[in-house]
């Protein structure tokens, strides 16, 4: 499975964002997928995904192939890089993500 992930960007606090992330796997056969996000010096976190929910918004369109993420209200604490992932099989796949900067 490879994953492509977009949508990244500066955005000033407050602001919002909606990230996307290409599979190239038919997402209607991948059970989980979500998006996580790395700060440098710091261990990847889960953001929201499949059955996750958080401050952001996850969702799916099966038909494009492609899950997103949308994120409202930004901080600079958001900043990060936002990796998506697929668990397929047993196994967790990433993409090479995207980067968000929240600006104050």
């Known amino acids: 499975v490879q994953l492509q992930a977009s949508g990244g960007g500066l955005v000033q606090a407050g602001g919002s964002l909606r990230l996307s992330c290409v599979s190239s796997?038919?997402?209607?056969?991948?059970?989980?997928m979500a998006w996580y996000r790395q700060t440098p010096g710091t261990a990847r976190e889960l953001v929201a995904g499949?059955?996750?929910?958080?401050r952001f918004t996850f969702s799916r369109d099966n038909r494009k192939n492609t899950v997103y993420l949308q994120m409202n209200d930004l901080t600079p604490e958001d900043t990060a890089v936002y990796y998506c992932?697929?668990?397929?099989?047993?196994?967790?796949?990433w993409g090479k993500g995207t980067l968000v900067t929240v600006s104050s």
């Open positions: 499949d059955a996750v929910k958080g």
């Open positions: 992932c697929a668990r397929d099989r047993g196994s967790d796949y």
């Open positions: 796997k038919n997402t209607f056969d991948i059970n989980y």
